[in-house]
């Protein structure tokens, strides 16, 4: 090895000129032209000049066939078994053939261009990538990879300790680097074509390829050999293939505009936007508490056949269901969507309407306002619950509620979780407390929306429980046994949390009306054939009230709970749920339906030409309570202890506006091991959500000599607890 002659580099540098540069430009083209002149001129180049002749002339079958191993291998990777992807290509095979065309029509581009090969690795390249992601995505959760996972990319720095430990973070580095510098070096080596590039015919080539591509596309749905609604996107995958169903997710959102849209047929539908009025015959006396509970995975256990269990899982509903209305509730998912669900029984819009895949909350109202139960119950002086024992920011429910016109949304992060089940979910009797909490805030009547989490999956395949309150005979693989005990048991106790709300609902007092429902069924592999109704869209709700409501059962549709609920009380307002209360089992009822969720969400209002929208801006705040600061105590090993009232894990201590390492030891008490403290710095507690998101916080405090003084010259107008959505619209601005 030669010693650097470092010092000459430096001269030859201090003395460069820009002939000198351009010199070695020069050079440096002069020497590649050479080295692939002599590359051409070799003898293997000889050779191969035949084969690349013919692949030339019959590059398009060589672009199928290529296809059709790429959709092959990113269908292996997608489903963890080449096993199962021959299945899926040899008993669906017009699904497979109709995704390698998807794959064909993107090769058309290398038509375009000299550098064919190097072309050819940049689409295979991605299409493999989207392959790979989906593959590990399904190895950590449910939902395979889509455009929603784009939407938020900006979080992938906080959430990728969600989905890769330190060795895979490594592996995944170096495995994207070697890509890269693969890549990079075929730029180099990849050749390129030795005839002319013929653009306007490369052009129609494309042109023609997508328009055929379009065509196939129409001729696949009618025929159903693909599906433009997805009741289960992760069944959509298995079903109709990666490419499609990505690219699905991907370009078809929102609702497209109906042919038949404009001002004088919305004028027809709504009665001359007489469906946008607020009334009721009821005094304001009489009208009760509403109150809707959405129990994750939850549905009538007794309606499986195929097990039994060694006692009544849910004797609390099950005296409900014979006492009140109840019947087969109708959602828009299998297995998962709990958004969906929550999407359709808050506003009263279908979700067929929108694209394959779709979940509203995130691809419109994360952004947008939208009318809703909240906003249509507020105009007759209610006001408005959203509870959830789960994260702020899960579904962008925050974003969500408060664009839905919500008063208050209570998060995990405002909640002292102390029980959680077997696989870390938060147990669904914490919600209790919380709910009386919230409507203590307000002096009048109650819309409240609870979303429970206990019964979330993942299922465990071994035993978890040590001593199981029911046991599940009549399955006889003993994996599919224990995930089935776990779920059942979980249920149990969600039925114990029902009965708890019940009772703490007639100790309060005031008249109510509360509806329990399922969001889906639980992602335990069940078919139609093992379900007594035999539909897999179908859980259960009950309607239970302490005003003598008359017992009507029947089965209804998420969409219609709402309306129907409404109706019940002599409540009519909101647009939509007035629309399903004239409108229901009438002609064109669906197709007029489209329309005007169509006008209210992406059309140009017409419904409110005369009463203006019902909600253009949020005012929600998060959480009912402050986190109070109490006194500062230094302990003995020098660290400090912040006590005070209503802490949470989620509550962080900030010092002069920087977070500290925060170790939660109960309501009271929050300790800090890192930081140090002086006299002059000001400390206050915020509840944070993920990504740092700060939620509501204390008072400020100014530490002095061992005491905390309140600062009050704090120069802010936010409301506390709307922190969250002011940083949201500054974001916007910018």
């Not at 015919?201 to 065509?215: E, K, Q, R, T």
């Not at 009549?474 to 039925?495: F, I, L, P, S, T």
């Not at 869209?537 to 089965?555: A, P, R």
Request: charged share 25%.
């Amino acid at each position: 090895l030669k010693k650097p002659d470092i010092k000459g580099t430096f001269h030859k540098l201090k003395n460069l000129k820009k002939e000198d540069v351009k010199a070695w430009w020069k050079a440096k083209r002069e020497r590649r032209a050479r080295i692939i002149e002599e590359r051409r001129n070799s003898a293997f180049a000889r050779k191969m000049q035949p084969v690349y002749k013919f692949m030339n002339r019959f590059s398009l079958v060589f672009h199928m066939l290529l296809a059709c191993a790429i959709n092959f291998a990113i269908e292996a990777i997608s489903r963890h078994s080449a096993f199962e992807a021959w299945g899926y290509m040899t008993e669906t095979p017009l699904v497979f053939l109709y995704n390698a065309f998807m794959i064909f029509c993107t090769f058309s581009i290398v038509y375009l261009v000299k550098r064919r090969v190097f072309t050819r690795i940049i689409v295979t390249v991605f299409w493999m990538v989207i392959g790979v992601t989906n593959g590990y995505m399904l190895m950590k959760r449910v939902t395979p990879f889509n455009a929603q996972d784009l939407k938020v990319a900006s979080d992938g720095l906080t959430l990728i300790n969600n989905y890769f430990n330190g060795f895979e973070l490594v592996v995944l580095g170096i495995g994207i680097a070697a890509v890269v510098v693969w890549v990079v070096s075929m730029w180099k080596r990849g050749g390129q074509y030795a005839g002319k590039v013929r653009k306007v015919w490369a052009l129609v080539g494309i042109v023609a390829s997508f328009g055929a591509y379009a065509l196939v596309s129409d001729l696949a749905v009618e025929k159903r050999v693909v599906s433009t609604y997805f009741g289960n996107i992760a069944f959509a995958y298995e079903d109709y293939g990666l490419p499609y169903c990505f690219m699905a997710s991907l370009f078809n959102t929102g609702i497209n505009e109906p042919t038949d849209y404009s001002e004088k047929t919305l004028d027809t539908i709504t009665n001359h936007n007489e469906i946008t009025k607020s009334e009721t015959g009821r005094s304001e006396e009489e009208l009760p508490n509403i109150i809707f509970v959405q129990l994750e995975s939850y549905f009538d256990v007794d309606e499986a056949e195929f097990f039994t269990t060694s006692q009544d899982a849910c004797p609390n509903l099950h005296e409900m269901y014979e006492n009140y209305s109840s019947g087969y509730f109708k959602v828009p998912s299998v297995g998962a969507g709990t958004a969906n669900t929550e999407f359709e029984v808050l506003t009263g819009m279908n979700l067929r309407y929108f694209g394959p895949g779709e979940y509203p909350y995130k691809t419109y109202l994360k952004e947008k306002t939208c009318e809703s139960a909240a906003t249509a119950l507020e105009a007759l002086g209610y006001g408005s619950h959203a509870l959830h024992n789960n994260g702020g920011n899960f579904y962008s429910r925050a974003r969500v509620f408060n664009n839905t016109g919500f008063d208050s949304f209570t998060s995990k992060e405002f909640m002292n979780i102390l029980q959680m089940t077997e696989n870390g979910w938060a147990k669904d009797d914490i919600l209790v407390q919380h709910i009386l909490e919230a409507m203590d805030t307000t002096p009048q009547q109650d819309f409240v929306f609870g979303i429970s989490v206990q019964g979330h999956g993942d299922y465990p395949t071994e035993p978890t429980l040590e001593n199981p309150e029911i046991n599940v005979t009549g399955v006889e693989d003993e994996g599919k046994r224990n995930a089935w005990e776990y779920y059942v048991n979980e249920v149990h106790e969600m039925d114990k949390f029902v009965g708890q709300l019940i009772d703490a609902i007639e100790q309060r007092g005031e008249p109510t009306v509360l509806v329990f429902y399922g969001d889906h069924l639980p992602t335990l592999g069940l078919e139609a054939k093992d379900l007594k109704g035999k539909y897999l869209y179908n859980t259960n709700y009950v309607i239970w009230d302490n005003i003598g409501l008359e017992k009507k059962d029947g089965n209804i549709a998420a969409y219609q709970i709402m309306a129907e609920v409404f109706d019940r009380l002599d409540i009519h307002t909101g647009t939509i749920f007035n629309y399903h209360q004239q409108r229901r089992q009438t002609k064109n009822y669906l197709a007029d339906l489209e329309l005007l969720q169509y006008d209210i969400m992406y059309g140009k209002q017409y419904v409110y030409k005369d009463s203006g929208a019902p909600i253009t801006e949020g005012h929600m705040v998060m959480g009912v309570k402050d986190a109070t600061i109490t006194s500062v105590v230094e302990q003995l090993k020098g660290t400090y202890s912040i006590y005070g009232e209503n802490f949470t894990k989620q509550s962080k201590v900030y010092i002069n506006g920087e977070k500290q390492t925060t170790k939660f030891l109960n309501n009271t008490r929050l300790d800090l091991k890192e930081s140090e403290i002086k006299d002059g710095d000001q400390i206050m507690v915020a509840q944070c959500g993920s990504s740092n998101t700060i939620f509501r916080t204390s008072k400020t405090y100014e530490y002095t000599g061992g005491q905390l003084v309140e600062v009050t010259d704090q120069d802010t107008d936010v409301e506390n607890g709307r922190q969250a959505f002011v940083e949201q619209k500054e974001e916007k601005k910018k």
